[in-house]
C-alpha cells in the first residue's frame, strides 16, 4: 500500500482505525488524536496515506431531487448570477447542514472548474466537508487566499486546500500564518515570508475562488468570533455588516476600510474584486441581508445554498428592487402554465 508498508501491521491498523473514526464516525482529528494518544498530525499524515492506498474510498452522491432547479433558476435571474444551486437541505441541525453544503459545493466545483484556471479557497467550517466531494478535477494550482482561524474541530485551511489539490494534482500554494496578527508590523513581516509571499504573488492570477460569507455578528463569522468585544463594536461603527475571505462589506457590499486590515493576512479587497468568479457557500437565513450585499457589491458570481435561504434572499430581492415575485407565486404561476396551458 502507497505510503503504508504491510512489514508493519500495526500502521495499517492505525490507519484503519482512525480512518473508521473520521470518515464514518464523523470524529475530529484532535479527538482522534486524543483517543489515540499521537498527535494531531499524525492523523492526518494517517488519513492521507489511507486515501492514497486505496484503504477508503469516498463517494458522495447527492440525494435525488436534492437541486432544487426552480429555485436555482430564479436567484440567478433576481440577482444577475451567473450560477447558484440551491439545494433542499432541512435546517434544522446546523452542523449536518454545513457539512451538506460543503459536499454540494465540492460537486458544484466539479462542473465549473476547467483547465487553466487558478483555484483561490478560503476558510469556513462549512467548506471543510468540500474536499470529501471532489473526485476529478484539472491539475490546476490551488492558492490560499487568507491565513487561517484555527476551527474547534481541527480541520483547517491546509489541510481544506492541500486536499483539493490531491485530487487533481496541481500545485497547492499554502503557508503557516494566522489571519490575525496582534500588530500591523508583525503582519508585514510574515506578509514578506517566502512561501506567503509566493501565494500571495499569485492572487492576481486567480480565476475562480470558493468563499463562505459571515454576517457582523455572534456565531455567524469566524472573525468576529476571534476579535475581542471592543474591536467587534469599531468595525461595527465604521459599517462592516458582513465579511467574506477577510473583506469587510457594508450594507451596499462595497468593501470598507478598517484598522484591522493591516494586523491581516488576506487577500487584498481590490485583489478579490478582480477574481472574475467568486463562488459562495452559504447557509442560514439570518445571513440573507450580508449575502443580497455581497452580491449587489459585486463581489460573489454563484451561490451555494439551501431553499430557506434561497426564499429569504428572493424576498428581499422583492422589497428592495419592486421587479421579483416571492418564490412560490412564481413557481404557482409556472404549476398553473403547466396545468392550464
Request: proline letters at 6%.
Amino acid at each position: 500500500m502507497a505510503g503504508l508498508s504491510a512489514d508493519r501491521p500495526s500502521e495499517v491498523v492505525l490507519a484503519a482505525r482512525v480512518a473508521q473514526q473520521f470518515y464514518v464516525e464523523g470524529v475530529s482529528k484532535v479527538d482522534i488524536a486524543d483517543r489515540l494518544g499521537i498527535s494531531r498530525f499524525r492523523v492526518a499524515r494517517l488519513l492521507d496515506s489511507a486515501r492514497e492506498a486505496g484503504m477508503v474510498r469516498i463517494e458522495i452522491g447527492l440525494p435525488a431531487g436534492s437541486l432544487d432547479a426552480g429555485l436555482s433558476a430564479e436567484l440567478c435571474s433576481a440577482y444577475g448570477l451567473k450560477q447558484a444551486f440551491v439545494f433542499n437541505f432541512p435546517d434544522d441541525e446546523q452542523a449536518l447542514l454545513r457539512r451538506r453544503l460543503g459536499e454540494a459545493a465540492g460537486q458544484a466545483l466539479m462542473d465549473l472548474i476547467r483547465p487553466g484556471d487558478v483555484l483561490g479557497m478560503s476558510w469556513s467550517r462549512t467548506l471543510s466537508g468540500l474536499a470529501a466531494a471532489l473526485t476529478q478535477i484539472p491539475p490546476c494550482p490551488i492558492v490560499q487566499l487568507t491565513g487561517a482561524v484555527p476551527p474547534p474541530d481541527g480541520r483547517d485551511l491546509l489541510d481544506l486546500v492541500r486536499s483539493v489539490a490531491r485530487v487533481g494534482g496541481g500545485p497547492a500554494h499554502v503557508f503557516y500564518a494566522p489571519m490575525i496578527l496582534d500588530d500591523a508590523q508583525t503582519a508585514a513581516a510574515i506578509r514578506r515570508q517566502g512561501d506567503i509571499a509566493e501565494a500571495f504573488a499569485l492572487l492576481p492570477a486567480v480565476t475562480i475562488a470558493v468563499v463562505a460569507i459571515g454576517v457582523w455578528a455572534p456565531g455567524l463569522s469566524t472573525i468576529y468570533d476571534a476579535v475581542t468585544p471592543a474591536e467587534r463594536d469599531a468595525l461595527a461603527k465604521l459599517g462592516v455588516r458582513a465579511e467574506l475571505a477577510g473583506v469587510f462589506i457594508g450594507e451596499d457590499g462595497r468593501p470598507v476600510a478598517t484598522p484591522l486590515e493591516s494586523r491581516m493576512i488576506v487577500t487584498p479587497a481590490a485583489v478579490l474584486e478582480r477574481i472574475p468568479f467568486v463562488l459562495a457557500v452559504v447557509w442560514g437565513v439570518a445571513k440573507s441581508p450580508a449575502v443580497c450585499a455581497a452580491i449587489r457589491g459585486g463581489l460573489v458570481h454563484g451561490l451555494v445554498t439551501h431553499a430557506s435561504l434561497a426564499r429569504a434572499l428572493l424576498s428581499l430581492a422583492d422589497q428592495r428592487d419592486g421587479r421579483h415575485k416571492p418564490a412560490s407565486a412564481s413557481r404557482g404561476r409556472r404549476d398553473a402554465t403547466r396545468r392550464h396551458g
